[in-house]
């Protein structure tokens, strides 16, 4: 497969599971991480629903390291985003930039947990068998798992850096909720309001096309709903897409049809409807606008200019960054680099403002 080709993948991939990227976009300079499932007891949901176990799973690297008082000093949380999973991060441009021997977040010095959010990757979701009765979970619940997974099952009491796009408005919500628990946030491609415009109209125009597929049949289809979740892979297609690295990878109109094809193939290949719904619905009351001044952390908040679902015009992330104590914004230029809202997951195009942070947020 040409470069080409691989790069628009991978912009997909930033949206979507790994399992629509091809093994071939791994590469060896990623490190191998320690898997592990942690089970939360009798958890309870705001929507008012429990389940009596539920399952957190998670990668690790490196080691926890303690001051005289015990405090962990070198971990870093590390979340994925909307439909994805700790494996859509364990790719050469993130993990194999970042975790690499002289990395930023180098894994001999830093305590690196990845974990899968709720409904996510490996940990529980309603594809495991409750199907539309998976408890309607929400961003506060899969923060909540997070944080018990890194306190209790992980036993760190602090956090050096938490980060990343679903995992961006997770940073938000970490930041207000537990604003003593770290010392730097960098949320990647998100903006740090309710969710409307055409971010909620992309993901209610996917939600709506499941629910009002016959074959869905509220949830407990036997064969996924293919109509459905072929158009949600033409609306996460456009969302996830940059025009410039799309252009570059199909040039002519032979090479866009065969793009869409197999890009709607395998996407729909690594689909299951009620996850993807439910991962959608997640976001349906994220608001964290009201409690930025509560952010203690330092904050480098990154977005990028060819970013269909966070447009820079909107002027909203120039205005909010203004309510965040020790908060900075960055918009980075379209160039050759940047692969729109994907480009949360190429290390490579800011990791100088994550060395910024880093420095700037020493204890």
Known sequence: ???????????????????????????????????????????????????????????????????????VTNAVLILHGTSGSSRSLLNPIFAGVLFAPGGLLDISHYYVIVPDSIGHGKSSKPSDGLHAKFPQYDYDDMVAAQHELVEKGLGVNHLRLVMASMGCMHSWVWGETYPDFMDALMPLACQPVQIAGRNRMFRKMTMDAIREDPDWKNGDYAAEPQESLKFAADIFILASSAPLQMQKSAPTRDDTDKLLADSQKRLVAGF????????????????????????????????????????PELGIAEREIKR????????????????????????????????????????
Request: glycine residues 6%; proline residues 6%.
């Open 272 to 311: 299951d409807a009620n996850d993807l719904l439910y991962a959608l619905n997640a976001s349906r009351n994220y608001d964290p606008s009201g409690q930025l001044g509560k952010i203690q952390a330092w904050v480098m908040f990154v977005n990028s200019a060819d970013d269909f679902i966070n447009p």
């Open 1 to 71: 497969m040409n470069r080409r080709k691989l790069g628009l993948i991978l912009t997909l991939a930033a949206l979507l599971p790994l399992s629509t990227v091809p093994s071939h976009a791994q590469a060896t300079n990623v490190p191998a991480g320690n898997e592990a499932n942690y089970v939360i007891h009798d958890f309870h949901f705001k929507s008012g629903e429990f389940l009596p176990e539920l399952r957190i799973h998670y990668v690790t690297f490196g080691k926890p390291e303690r001051d005289k008082d015990g405090r």
């Open 324 to 363: 965040v104590r020790n908060g900075r914004f960055v918009l980075i230029p379209v160039s050759d680099q940047t692969h729109g809202h994907g480009t949360h997951t190429y290390a490579a195009v800011w990791q100088e403002y994550l060395k910024e942070l880093l420095d700037e947020s020493k204890p």
